[in-house]
């Protein structure tokens, strides 16, 4: 189902990655503070010189675009507008900065207010969303989602315009939920965020709609799948999926958010202690006619496909043999990204790199052209010292772990050839 077209070394553990929407544009958020953005070769690319070519081919280099030191700490968050235009940070200096996917170059960038009005420590980031080109919305430490308005330019409003207080412990994610078809905007207005062993619903005008019952569980991670999996006679009522710290995903009907519908276990153990967390998910895309199926990432290091018809898992793959999967993401060629420890795995459909290779191969003998060896090149960057706590995604028991100090490691690799 998935083949490994290449791993990418990182200079210290991942926090947080995204990918552009329109671009082949990956942007790591690293332990030690750093930001770097690089680029992943395209099928567009396979005309142009080995450097450049697609890595289906096996002939392309990831390249870094940029990279630097923008968050004393760690970065714990990253997220695009939704553009594509601008970018957003956040890190555990309680600053967020907005800055070009380019050239990384800030443009803006505010302060978190304090945690509360008797207290002058700042509140913490934890994840950011763009909800809309007005709309940031931005989850804490302490269980607190602030909402900031976005200007003309992508820049903050340094104040945020509402605050809500949906959870007791840190907001572990925030997934969008579809809009009404009444919308006129197309941009949802309503969110569902987890954090602890609680979900919440809010809506962007209203506040806090709903909270779920105690799930005796940490809810890590969510997504949703809009249609064809909801209850009979609303099929197209939308799902969310919930991974949580005893490794079990859990599935939810819109508007039914007291309390789980269905149960799929995908890493348990013998009791919830002994399951293996479930720290990142990702709705897999239906150009890839894969059916209503969910990519998760695991604690052990797996990656999980699971079936969400048939409540089960499908296939598992190995994104590392001792971190846990932290992030994973989808780009917009429909290549699956994991990120987790000091790597980042890039993933296509299987068979689509030799079919590539076959055609060029026949394109290249047509035309009498022989083909060049290919490159092994890298370039080597010093990165700086790692000094933060484990990613925010991981269990408590594993962000209560020392800090570690940070390795030095390249930030661009190449790929000869794929076994």
Not at 133 to 154: A, H, K, V, W
């Amino acid at each position: 189902m998935l083949e490994n077209l290449c791993t990418l070394p990182l200079s210290a553990d991942l926090f947080t990655q995204v990918v552009h929407p329109s671009k082949p544009l990956l942007t790591v958020g690293l332990s030690n503070g750093r930001v770097e953005t690089f680029r992943i070769p395209t099928n567009e690319d396979s005309d142009d010189e080995d450097e450049n070519s697609s890595i289906t081919g096996g002939k392309g280099v990831i390249k870094s675009v940029w990279s630097t030191h923008r968050h004393k700490g760690s970065c714990r968050t990253l997220t695009y507008s939704t553009d594509g235009e601008s970018l957003y940070s956040a890190g555990t200096d309680s600053i967020v900065k907005h800055f070009s996917p380019e050239t990384g170059v800030v443009v803006s960038k505010i302060g978190l207010p304090p945690v509360n009005s008797t207290s002058s420590q700042s509140d913490t980031p934890a994840i950011l969303h763009t909800l809309s080109p007005q709309t940031l919305l931005l989850g804490t430490d302490s269980g607190s989602l602030y909402i900031f308005d976005l200007r003309e330019n992508g820049s903050l409003n340094p104040k945020p315009v509402r605050k809500h207080v949906p959870h007791s412990d840190y907001i572990s994610s925030l997934t969008p939920l579809p809009p009404s078809s009444e919308s006129t905007s197309g941009f949802p207005k309503q969110w569902v965020s987890t954090g602890g062993a609680t979900l919440a619903v809010t809506d962007l005008r209203h506040g806090i709609m709903a909270t779920s019952e105690d799930q005796e569980d940490e809810l890590l991670c969510s997504t949703v799948i809009p249609t064809g999996l909801g209850p009979k006679h609303m099929r197209n009522n939308a799902v969310l999926a919930v991974g949580t710290g005893g490794g079990v995903l859990t599935l939810w009907d819109r508007g039914a958010w007291d309390d789980q519908q269905e149960r799929i276990y995908v890493a348990p153990g013998e009791t919830k202690r002994d399951g293996e967390s479930l720290d990142a998910i990702v709705r897999v895309p239906d150009e890839l006619g894969w059916g209503k199926k969910a990519v998760v990432g695991v604690g052990d290091g797996t990656i999980k496909i699971v079936d969400l018809k048939r409540r089960e898992v499908q296939a598992t793959f190995q994104h590392d043999e001792v971190e846990g999967v932290a992030a994973l993401n989808f780009d917009y060629e429909n290549r699956l990204i994991s990120g987790g420890g000091r790597t980042v795995k890039v993933w296509a459909e299987a068979g689509s790199a030799q079919e590539e290779e076959e055609e060029e191969e026949d394109v290249e003998a047509d035309q009498g052209i022989k083909r060049p060896a290919d490159s092994d090149d890298s370039d080597d960057h010093d990165g700086s010292d790692s000094d933060s706590d484990r990613p925010k995604r991981e269990r408590k028991k594993k962000r209560r772990k020392g800090n570690k100090k940070g390795k030095q490691g390249g930030p661009s690799a190449s790929f000869p050839g794929l076994d």
